[in-house]
């Protein structure tokens, strides 16, 4: 049984959002502006748009295209089709009160996980998938809190009872890396794509001829350059640690999960009975 991911055409707005960080600094100013004026710029012109955000109409052109559009028309086109709902400012919550902090975290949290699903694509996924299985050996790597996801991945890798290893320091990561070889898989997690860290290691990886996965937010980063197959989370946030971003991270490395032992049932639950009877004598 071939488990496959079904998802539905990325919406406007997680598009979007989704290519914030690949944008140059004049293309995320329209974006932005867009995305903080949806249902104005549906009534707007190209011209309208760029005059107010001071860049040129190729500048618009070009965060259109960046974006997966064919133009201008084809983005205001998915505009008019986006349903609409409360806005949720997750890069900038203002809250009143305890309260609203708190709501803040779960739309903002939300917001993520909703447009990261939306931005996924089937092809790559499941030929992640497909890297997976075949390994001879997987090795993850991430710093920071990607260093948490890269935790995750092991461990969800260890109950499908694939060869896995994720060292915590990054320096033995890419040690571990120098040993790797075809055959062999490397999945590096970064949200910026942009730290030096999992793009050496990534360099290592290829260098030595493993095949790459990378978890990104940025797609045209470093590290998705190196990567032969790159999965985007989306998070419209600002800060040293993203936390939402995170959460995204952590869910499509379950789905990458689930979906694997969807493939082999009976494999992942062997392999899940085996661990359960190993552990059951340390239960109280």
């Known amino acids: 049984m071939v488990a496959e991911i079904d998802v539905a055409e990325g919406s406007a707005v997680s598009r979007l959002r989704s290519v914030l960080p690949t944008l140059s600094d004049s293309e995320r100013r329209a974006a932005l502006w867009i995305l903080d004026n949806s249902k104005a710029a549906i009534r707007q012109s190209m011209s309208a748009i760029a005059q107010a955000c001071e860049v040129s109409d190729t500048t618009v052109l070009r965060m259109c295209r960046a974006a997966g559009f064919e133009g201008f028309t084809d983005l205001k086109l998915a505009l008019a089709r986006e349903p609409r709902g409360i806005p949720v400012d997750s890069a900038n919550p203002q809250p009143a009160d305890e309260l609203s902090a708190v709501r803040s975290v779960f739309a903002a949290n939300r917001q993520a996980l909703s447009d990261t699903l939306s931005v996924l694509d089937k092809t790559t996924f499941n ?17 920071g809190g990607s260093g948490i996801v890269a935790q995750a991945f092991y461990q969800r890798c260890f109950r499908l009872g694939l060869r896995c290893d994720a060292p915590i320091d ?115």
């Open 127 to 143: 030929r992640a998938l497909d890297l997976m299985a075949g390994a001879r050996h997987i090795l993850v790597g991430g710093v």
């Open 170 to 284: 990054s320096q033995l990561q890419i040690m571990h890396a120098g040993l790797t070889g075809p055959g062999d898989l490397v999945v590096a997690i970064s949200y910026s794509g942009i730290t030096s860290d999992p793009v050496l290691l990534m360099q290592e990886a290829r260098a030595r001829g493993a095949s790459t996965i990378c978890i990104t937010g940025n797609s045209r980063s470093p590290l998705a350059r190196l990567a032969d197959v790159v999965l985007v989370t989306v998070s419209h946030e600002q800060g040293s640690e993203p936390m939402a971003a995170q959460i995204a991270q952590l869910t499509l490395v379950d789905a990458l999960y689930v979906a694997a032992a969807a493939r082999n049932v009976e494999s992942a639950q062997r392999t899940e009975e085996r661990m359960v009877n190993a552990i059951l004598p340390k239960s109280i």
